[in-house]
């Protein structure tokens, strides 16, 4: 069975901080992927990234980067200087191989970002 | 990117009407299309899986007959609410799907069911 665990529920941040996202996860797949999407209050899901479980490069998008540690099943997101726009949802999702190609989504962490 | 829609983006309706909600993959070809509900503050809750020219199939705990699911051609998946009622107001989100290595999962804008 595939989890997620996204253990923020919300985070609340100032203009210009740093803020981490984290995503755990668990699979038996030994081929999977990692998405990040993101939710602002309009609703549509904005994907952010996708990383196959072969691929522990670290990337960096701008003020986004993402840390992906296979030794600890994490997969976690941090926004640089975070702006008010940042302000939305972001779900970590992951999908195995083959024929378990239904993502499974975290539950999602709400971020605020205050000006 | 491929380009998901979704119409209506909201509708609100009287409980006991039903309401189709239609979404369409614009410039690729879906072998398979998604369902999601997702209630306020929570995740994306897979209802089903829809495949061009057969029969969806269901998650558990999702009622086949009060979520009706055609997908009619590989541009196209309707979901129909049936006798819809209060409880059945919630953001309905539809995916589609490529063949492929990736089985590359695009997503629509979501529709905003509110019943009254």
């Known amino acids: 069975a595939q989890k997620v665990t996204q253990a923020q529920t919300e985070i609340s941040v100032v203009e210009k901080e740093d803020v981490t996202l984290d995503c755990v996860y668990e699979?038996?797949?030994?081929?999977?992927?990692l998405f990040w999407y993101k939710q602002p209050p309009s609703g549509e899901l904005v994907f952010l990234i996708r990383r196959n479980s072969f691929d522990e490069q670290n990337e960096i998008s701008g003020r986004y980067s993402w840390n992906f540690q296979k030794s600890t099943s994490s997969f976690n997101f941090t926004i640089t200087a975070s702006q008010v726009v940042d302000s939305a949802v972001y779900f970590c999702a992951l999908r195995g191989s083959g024929g378990s190609y239904i993502p499974t989504f975290g539950r999602g962490t709400s971020l605020i970002v205050h000006p | 990117g491929a380009v998901v829609s979704q119409h209506p983006s909201r509708v609100i309706c009287k409980s006991g009407t039903s309401v189709k909600i239609e979404c369409r993959s614009l410039d690729f070809q879906a072998t398979t299309m998604f369902w999601y509900r997702q209630f306020p503050k929570q995740s994306l809750m897979l209802m089903a899986t829809s495949n061009e020219g057969s029969k969806a199939t269901y998650e558990q705990g999702v009622e086949k007959d009060k979520f009706l699911i055609n997908h009619a051609s590989l541009t196209l998946s309707t979901l129909t609410v049936t006798s819809a009622h209060p409880e059945d107001s919630s953001f309905y989100i539809c995916s589609a799907s490529t063949a492929g290595i990736y089985n590359e999962q695009f997503f629509g804008p979501g529709t905003r069911l509110t019943v009254l």
């Open positions: 699979t038996r797949d030994t081929t999977y992927y």
